[in-house]
C-alpha cells in the first residue's frame, strides 16, 4: 500500500485565500461593468471548502443565488460623458489651431530670414562694387552728372557699410 503524502495545510490554506480573492476581485470587477439591469449570479463552496462564483452553479451542489444589480449610465452621467467628449474635441482643436499657427509663423520667419540674407548678400556686394570705383556722381534737375568729392564718395561707403553693420551684423 503507497504511503500518502503530507498534506500541507500552509499551502492548500494559500491557495484556497489567493483563489477567493481573485474570484471576489472578478466578480467585483464584473459587477461594475456589465451593462444590464440585473445580473444573476451563485456562490458556492466545494468539498474542499474553496468558495466559487459564477453564473450557473455546478450540479448537485448548494449554490447561493445573488441577485447583483448592476449598474447602467444615467442620463446625467452620458450628458456629462458626450460635454467631456466635446471638450476633448474642442481640446484637439484648439491644440491644432495653435499647431497650425506655429507652422505659419515658422515659415513666415524662414521667408523673412530668407529675405534678409538676399539683401545682405545685395549690400555686401554693393560695398565690394564701392571699393572698386573711383568717382561717384550723380544727376542734378538739368540732367548733368555732378561728382561728388572724395570725401563725399567715402561718406557714401561708410554710410553703405553703417547700414550692412545695422542690419546684417558684422563681415
Not at 136 to 158: F, I, P, T
Amino acid at each position: 500500500m503507497p504511503k500518502p503524502k503530507p498534506v500541507d495545510l500552509q499551502n492548500i490554506l494559500l491557495s484556497r485565500l489567493f483563489n477567493g480573492l481573485l474570484i471576489g476581485s472578478l466578480l467585483v470587477v464584473a459587477l461594475f461593468t456589465s451593462s444590464s439591469t440585473y445580473a444573476q449570479a451563485y456562490k458556492w463552496v466545494d468539498a474542499n471548502g474553496q468558495v466559487h462564483y459564477g453564473d450557473q452553479p455546478p450540479a448537485k451542489v448548494k449554490a447561493e443565488a445573488l441577485h447583483l444589480r448592476e449598474t447602467q449610465a444615467s442620463d446625467a452621467t452620458s450628458m456629462q460623458d458626450s460635454e467631456r467628449i466635446q471638450r476633448q474635441r474642442q481640446l484637439v482643436q484648439a491644440l491644432e489651431k495653435k499647431r497650425q499657427q506655429k507652422k505659419i509663423a515658422k515659415q513666415v520667419k524662414k521667408h523673412q530670414k530668407t529675405k534678409m540674407l538676399k539683401a545682405c548678400k545685395q549690400l555686401k556686394g554693393r560695398i565690394k562694387h564701392s571699393e572698386t570705383i573711383n568717382r561717384y556722381y550723380r544727376y542734378d534737375e538739368n540732367g548733368e552728372a555732378v561728382y561728388y568729392s572724395d570725401q563725399e564718395a567715402d561718406q557714401l561707403r561708410q554710410r553703405l557699410k553703417d547700414t550692412y553693420q545695422k542690419k546684417c551684423g558684422t563681415g
